[in-house]
């Protein structure tokens, strides 16, 4: 029998930050099913930039033409039976957010730092009220410093870069090496990047997944979702 989720919980505010292929919108997406939050994802927003970005012929490296084509730019999140619908502009675009070339547009837009100030401000109006569960690579660190908790998931290359290949439907051409190495590139940048680096907060719990079934990770970060905010 699942026990009831109190009224604290529903109020919550939950931070889970992690490398590209840790986990993390699984985890979320549980984790707000569960105790009944609203999943924000912040990823997807940033792909949703990244696709824009790709559609307008905007270079994803070009900061200047970036801020440009943030003026006016519409990015928010609908809760569905299913997950999340992503609305750029309007427009439901949640099936074309997993291409590589948009992954990969999404993280170069992010190193700016005039983009993800604006991204940040989106997504603080959209948890402004509580309730909800974010996932990032900012999000205990910047977006919500003060959220109610805090989780760091993260994996070895090696694991992430597999799961990630087989995530990849149809059969991908290139090999598990390529997406690892891929993968390895995308840490490197995220890591280092001079706005907002990927970091756990000092007050986060870490997880590492990389010897555990997807079942017991859920399970984990449930337990601490739950001994933080109380059943």
């Known amino acids: 029998m699942t026990t009831p989720v109190n009224r604290e919980a529903r109020r919550a505010v939950v931070a889970i930050d992690g490398p590209a292929g840790a986990g993390k919108s699984t985890v979320a997406k549980h984790i707000a099913s569960r105790f009944g939050l609203l ?45 999340n619908r992503v609305l750029l502009d309007g427009e439901d675009v949640t099936a074309l957010l997993r291409d590589p070339a948009v992954s990969d547009a999404a993280s170069r837009v992010s190193v700016f730092s005039p983009i993800r100030a604006w991204m940040v401000r989106l ?3 959209l948890g402004a009220r ?57 840490d490197e940048r995220d ?16 997880l590492d997944s990389t010897s555990m079934s997807l079942e017991e990770v859920i399970e984990a970060a449930e337990k601490i979702v739950a001994g933080r905010v109380g059943r």
Do not use: C, H, W
């Open 191 to 206: 890591r280092n990047r001079a706005d907002s680096p990927l970091k756990a907060a000092p007050d986060a719990v870490l």
């Open 123 to 125: 997504q603080q109006a």
């Open 39 to 83: 999943n924000l994802e912040s990823g997807a927003m940033y792909r949703a930039f990244g696709l824009k970005a790709l559609r307008a012929g905007v270079d994803p490296d070009d900061s200047a033409g970036l801020e440009k084509l943030a003026i006016g730019t519409g990015i928010d999140l609908e809760a569905g039976d299913a997950g």
């Open 130 to 186: 509580g309730g909800v569960v974010m996932e990032g690579r900012d999000i205990g660190t910047v977006v919500f410093p003060l959220a109610d908790v805090k989780i760091f998931l993260d994996a070895s290359a090696e694991v992430r870069g597999m799961r990630r290949y087989e995530q990849m439907q149809p059969a991908p051409e290139v090999q598990p090496d390529e997406v690892i190495r891929d993968l390895r590139a995308r």
